[in-house]
């Protein structure tokens, strides 16, 4: 059973930002980030495959980035120009490294415990 572990949640103020880390206990090719808010559905704001591919909603495009580390097999989201509207459960997720670049929560088979993330004004 494959797990992840997550860190780096915490508060900031609007405008500010932060960085959360991903390590899966064995490599896996295709890995995503997922947020959750009170009230709302699970959803992706980024996923890559390997060591390049990218891919994001409008929502966070130019603001999220998603990359890994090979070399300590870390997975990380840097998160820019946080709004309120950010303030949310992240999830890091995992599939076996047939269905990358997915933002839906079915093509993952693996989640992380998630972490807090509050952007306060």
């Known amino acids: 059973q494959v797990q992840l572990v997550e860190t780096g949640g915490g508060s900031v103020q609007v405008g500010g930002s932060l960085t959360l880390s991903c390590i899966p206990s064995e490599y896996m090719k295709c890995m995503a980030w997922f947020r959750q808010s009170r009230g709302k559905e699970r959803e992706g704001v980024a996923a890559l495959a390997g060591t390049s591919g990218t891919v994001y909603p409008n929502t966070v495009l130019d603001r999220f980035t998603i990359f890994r580390d090979n070399v300590t097999n870390t997975m990380y989201l840097r998160m820019n120009s946080l709004r309120p509207e950010d303030t949310a459960v992240y999830y890091c997720?995992?599939?076996?490294?047939?269905?990358?670049?997915?933002?839906?929560?079915?093509?993952?088979?693996?989640w992380g415990q998630g972490t807090q993330v509050t952007v306060s004004s």
């Open positions: 997720a995992a599939n076996s490294g047939s269905r990358c670049y997915s933002l839906r929560t079915t093509a993952y088979d693996y």
